[in-house]
Every structure is written in structure tokens, then in C-alpha cells.
């Protein structure tokens, strides 16, 4: 029997206060596959990452991560599913080192183990570089990879939803799963959707 898709969502609608603002969203993300939403400012990209975790106010539709649905969940209790959400706003902690600011998120009872601080710095090599540096000394593309490897490191072997914002490009949202292999990961996107 075939694996369950990592993420599954099916006619995924949003609501803003009473402002309906995503429409029948449909996405299927395989295990071991990176998939990226694309559209541009307005399209619904960030709405549809928080939707998936339950960061809008009212949602309806479907929304499974490995099988499991979630629509009616609590977002803590997605983010225990392995699930990690990204904003643009990269939550750096000013004073920390981007050794401790790795550090500083609890480890979550995922089942799944996580990645070490070590096998990080192996898919982020310049973090490993700016270590010892402050958060604010890292320039903004660090930022950005520190604040995408900073959630509970056992996402990065289950689901996780990030948010990359590539200024001009209509480049937006990354969803799918974290392969296995990191290596993968690097060799491009699979499939885009916009």
C-alpha cells in the first residue's frame, strides 16, 4: 500500500474576521518531494501557509499531514505533528549567537528524532561559519536560513511550511516535506504551483 501524501489539502478556505479571503486550494505534496507556491503579492500565499496551520481565523476544507487531519486542530497540536510554519518576520533573537538562537527551541515529542545542530550546519554551511556570531551581525539571507532551521529540528524530517520571499520574483512559499537526505533538497524544486 502507498504512503500517505505528506500533505494533503483539499478545497482549503480561509476567513479573516468575515472577510473570505482563500478560495478551494488544493495541494499534494509526496513524501521525499519539495514543492513551492508561487503567485504574486495578494495571491493568497501567506494566508495559505498560516491556513495550514491554523494561524486564520476560521478555515474549512481538508488539510491532512501524513494522513492525519488537522482542519479542526490546534495549531500547537499541528506543530506536534511536525509541522513548522516560517514568517517573513524571522523572529532572530538580537542577542544570541546563531549557535544559541539554534539552541533555544524546545525539542517537541514528535516521534521522529531530530536533526543535530551538526547535520544544520551541514545543509546551512554559512551558518556554520557565522556561529559565534550575534543575530543581528548575520546578513539577511543567514536570517533567513537561521530563522528556517530554528523551529523544533525533528520538522526537518517530517512536514514543514516555510516562507521565503524573493523580492520581485512572484517566488514566495516553500511546503512540502524534508527529505531524508538534505542533499535532495538542494538539487531544486519538483513541482511549482501558482
Known amino acids: 500500500m502507498a504512503a500517505a501524501p505528506a500533505l494533503e489539502i483539499k478545497n482549503l478556505e480561509a476567513w479573516y474576521g468575515e472577510s ?3 478560495h478551494g486550494v488544493d495541494i499534494v505534496v509526496q513524501p521525499g518531494e519539495v514543492v513551492t507556491l508561487l503567485g504574486r503579492n495578494g495571491a493568497g500565499r501567506t494566508t495559505t501557509m498560516r491556513a ?41 533573537f538580537a542577542s544570541l549567537s ?21 547535520e544544520i550546519y551541514a545543509m546551512f554551511p554559512n551558518l556554520a561559519e557565522r ?13 533567513q536560513m537561521l530563522a528556517v532551521a530554528r523551529p523544533d529540528p525533528a520538522h526537518w ?6 516562507r521565503r520571499d524573493f523580492r520581485g520574483s512572484g517566488a514566495g512559499h516553500c511546503a512540502g516535506p524534508r527529505p531524508h537526505d ?6 531544486g524544486l519538483h513541482r511549482g504551483h501558482g
Open 20 to 22: 473570505h479571503v482563500l
Open 52 to 92: 495550514i496551520m491554523g494561524l486564520t481565523g476560521a478555515r474549512k476544507g481538508s488539510v491532512k499531514i501524513n494522513g492525519v487531519e488537522t482542519i479542526h486542530m490546534p495549531t500547537h497540536r499541528i506543530a506536534h505533528l511536525g509541522v513548522g510554519y516560517c514568517p517573513e518576520e524571522r523572529g532572530i
Open 98 to 118: 546563531c549557535e544559541e538562537n539554534l539552541l533555544l527551541p524546545p525539542a517537541l515529542k514528535t516521534g521522529t528524532p531530530g536533526m543535530s545542530v551538526q
Open 131 to 143: 556561529k559565534n556570531s550575534q543575530g543581528t551581525r548575520l546578513s539577511g539571507g543567514e536570517q
Open 157 to 162: 524530517r517530517q512536514v514543514a511550511a516555510a
Open 182 to 187: 538534505h542533499h535532495a533538497a538542494r538539487e
